[in-house]
């Protein structure tokens, strides 16, 4: 006689746009208010240039650690996604690994942008909540 174990499989569902829109902008919030509190305490390299600092680099680079890093660790998601009990995983259900979320990181501009090009047209909003970044990174935003 011969035993088989399975995994039950949980059902936990897929996010819905507008808690993965809230969760971005609580993020967003986070992030640029460690950058204003950095750059008061900072001398900046150029005074009169506004979008082409060279701290502009460092920003970006301190977005890239602080996403992919949270998506990657074991929160699997960054502040704002675990405020709102939300978490990226892979198609089977696993963490990604800090690769796979680099690349949803690099690619997240091109579904805001996608997006935004639906609201201003005047299109229907996907209703489901697997975006652009997801589908390439095949990854999942779980509630």
């Known amino acids: 006689m011969q035993l088989s174990y399975q995994k039950a499989e949980t059902h936990a569902l897929e996010a819905q746009l507008s808690a993965r829109v809230l969760a971005f902008c609580l993020d967003t919030l986070f992030l640029l208010s460690i950058i204003g509190l950095i750059e008061y305490f900072t001398i900046s390299s150029n005074e009169e240039a506004f979008l082409f600092k060279s701290e502009r680099l460092l920003h970006l680079l301190m977005g890239w650690l ?54 201003l047209t005047g299109a229907k909003v996907l209703a489901y909540s697997r975006l652009f970044h997801d589908r390439i990174c095949k990854t999942r935003v779980l509630s």
């Open 66 to 119: 602080y996403f992919a890093g949270t998506e990657s660790a074991a929160w699997q998601g960054s502040i704002g996604k675990h405020l709102l009990g939300l978490r990226v995983v892979g198609q089977s259900g696993e963490r990604i690994s800090f690769r796979r979320a680099s690349l949803r990181y690099l690619l997240k501009p091109i579904s805001i942008f996608v997006l935004l090009m639906q609201a």
